[in-house]
C-alpha cells in the first residue's frame, strides 16, 4: 500500500518534488508515475534532476496531442497502472491535463484523490485549466488549498469543509529550499547573456500566443519597451512552434532563449527588475521574491498575488501596460509581509495530514 504521485507537465514538478520528500521522511512508501504530457529534455528531465526527484516507477509517454486525446491517452495508460499498484492514495498537482486524467481514472475505480493546489479558481472557463481545476476539485476526496481564497470558492462549490485543509504553497516551499543554490549561479549567468539590468517575459497560454490579432501586437509592445531595458525571453515550445522568427526578428533587445532549467529560471526572476508573464506559477513565485510582475491576462486564479504580493493585472491594454512598466521600472522592490503559509512549510503540513488521515483509514477509504 503506498501513495501515487501523478505529474506530467513542467509546473507539477517543483510541486510534487517537496511533497515526495515530506512524505520520504514520514516513511511512506511512495510511487511516482510521470505521464509524459511534457517530454522535452528541458521541460521535464532537467527538472527531475535539478530538484532531486526520483526516476519515475512508471513512464506512460503520452506526449502531446488534442486535448481529448492527451487526456484520454492518459486515462488509458493510468488505470492499468493504478490497478496493478493498488496505491492507497493518489497525489495530483496543479491544473494541467494530467491532473484531471488521473484524477478522473481513481474516481471511478474507487481511489481516494489528493488535490494539492486546490480551490484556484478564474472563473474563465474559456481556460483549459479552469476545466481541470473545477473537475479535479469536484473529484478529490482530500483538498489542499495555497491560500484562504481557495477555500471560500470550494465551500461555495459545496465542497465538504471536513475535506480541505488549508496548507499553504508547495511551490514556495521548492522555491525557499532552491534558492541559495539558485543565487549562488547567478553571476556566471548575468555573464553569459551579458546584461546588468533586465526584464525578463515568458508567454505561452493559448489565448495569448495562438491568435495573431493577439500575439502580434503584444510582441511589438514588447520589442518597443525592450529599448527601455533588454528583455530576456525564455521561450515555451507551444510558443517557439508558431512564431520563433517573429520572435528572433522582434528586437535586438529581445533575447530570446529556450526554455531554462529551475535554477537559472529562479535566479532571473530574483534579479529582473520587472517579470511579464502569462503564467500562474511566476505570478506566486515573484510575489514571494518581491520582484514586480505584470501578468498578460485579464484575470487571475491567483488574486492573492495582488492584494498581498506584486502582481498587476494587465490583460491586453498595451497602454496600460506601458504605464505599469514605468511604474516598475522606477520602483523599489517589494518589501512587504510574506503571504501567511508561503513560508516553506506547506508539504510538511500535506505529510502531516496524511499521516492522520491514512493511519485512521478504514478499508481503504478516506
Ligand atoms: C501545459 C498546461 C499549462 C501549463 C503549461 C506549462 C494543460 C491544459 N496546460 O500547457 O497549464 O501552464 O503546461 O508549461 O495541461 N511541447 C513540446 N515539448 C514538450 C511539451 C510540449 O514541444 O515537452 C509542445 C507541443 O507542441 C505541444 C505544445 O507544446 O503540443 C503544448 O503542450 P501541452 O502540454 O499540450 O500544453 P502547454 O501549453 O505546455
Excluded at 45 to 54: A, G, N, Q, S, Y
Excluded at 68 to 84: D, G, Y
Excluded at 206 to 211: A, E, G, I, Q, R
Excluded at 315 to 328: P, V
Aim: hydrophobic share 40%; glycine share 6%; aromatic share 6%.
Amino acid at each position: 500500500m503506498a501513495i501515487l504521485h501523478v505529474v506530467g507537465a513542467r509546473p507539477n514538478f517543483m510541486k510534487a518534488a517537496p511533497v515526495y520528500r515530506a512524505l520520504a521522511k514520514v516513511g511512506f512508501e511512495q510511487v511516482l508515475v510521470h505521464t509524459g504530457q511534457h517530454y522535452d529534455v528541458q521541460m521535464s528531465d532537467v527538472f527531475f534532476e535539478t530538484l532531486e526527484i526520483p526516476e519515475p516507477d512508471e513512464s506512460l509517454n503520452v506526449g502531446s496531442g488534442a486535448h481529448a486525446q492527451q487526456t484520454a491517452a492518459i486515462m488509458s495508460k493510468f488505470e492499468p497502472v493504478v490497478q496493478a499498484r493498488k496505491p492507497e492514495i493518489v497525489l495530483v498537482y496543479g491544473d494541467v491535463n494530467s491532473t484531471v486524467a488521473a484524477a478522473l481514472v481513481c474516481a471511478k475505480l474507487g481511489i481516494p484523490v489528493a488535490h494539492v493546489e486546490a480551490g484556484l479558481r478564474s472563473f474563465d472557463r474559456t481556460m483549459p485549466e479552469e476545466i481541470n481545476r473545477l473537475v479535479t476539485d469536484q473529484l478529490s476526496d482530500l483538498l489542499f488549498t495555497p491560500s484562504p481564497d481557495g477555500d471560500e470558492n470550494l465551500k461555495r462549490e459545496g465542497i465538504s469543509p471536513e475535506k480541505v485543509f488549508l496548507v499553504g504553497n508547495v511551490m514556495i516551499d521548492t522555491l525557499v529550499q532552491f534558492l541559495p543554490k539558485a543565487e549562488a549561479l547567478f553571476p556566471a549567468l548575468r555573464e553569459r547573456l551579458s546584461l546588468d539590468r533586465f526584464g525578463l517575459v515568458t508567454l505561452h497560454r493559448p489565448s495569448n500566443v495562438d491568435d495573431e490579432a493577439i500575439f502580434l501586437p503584444m510582441l511589438r509592445t514588447l520589442g518597443e519597451l525592450s529599448h527601455d531595458l533588454p528583455l530576456v525571453f525564455p521561450v515555451h515550445p507551444r510558443t517557439r512552434t508558431r512564431w520563433l522568427e517573429e520572435l528572433r526578428n522582434c528586437s535586438p533587445n529581445l533575447h530570446v532563449i529556450e526554455p531554462l532549467g529551475y535554477l537559472e529560471f529562479l535566479a532571473l526572476q530574483k534579479h529582473a527588475t520587472v517579470v511579464i508573464t502569462d503564467s500562474g506559477g511566476i505570478q506566486e513565485e515573484t510575489s514571494y521574491l518581491g520582484t514586480p510582475c505584470l501578468t498578460l491576462r485579464e484575470n487571475t486564479e491567483r488574486p492573492i498575488t495582488i492584494t498581498a504580493g506584486s502582481n498587476v493585472l494587465i490583460g491586453r491594454d498595451w497602454e496600460r501596460l506601458r504605464r505599469e512598466w514605468d511604474k516598475a521600472l522606477r520602483q523599489t522592490r517589494n518589501t512587504q509581509a510574506p503571504i501567511p503559509l508561503w513560508d516553506g512549510k506547506a508539504s510538511e503540513r500535506i505529510a502531516e495530514v496524511l499521516a492522520k488521515k491514512i493511519s485512521t483509514a478504514e478499508s481503504g477509504r478516506l
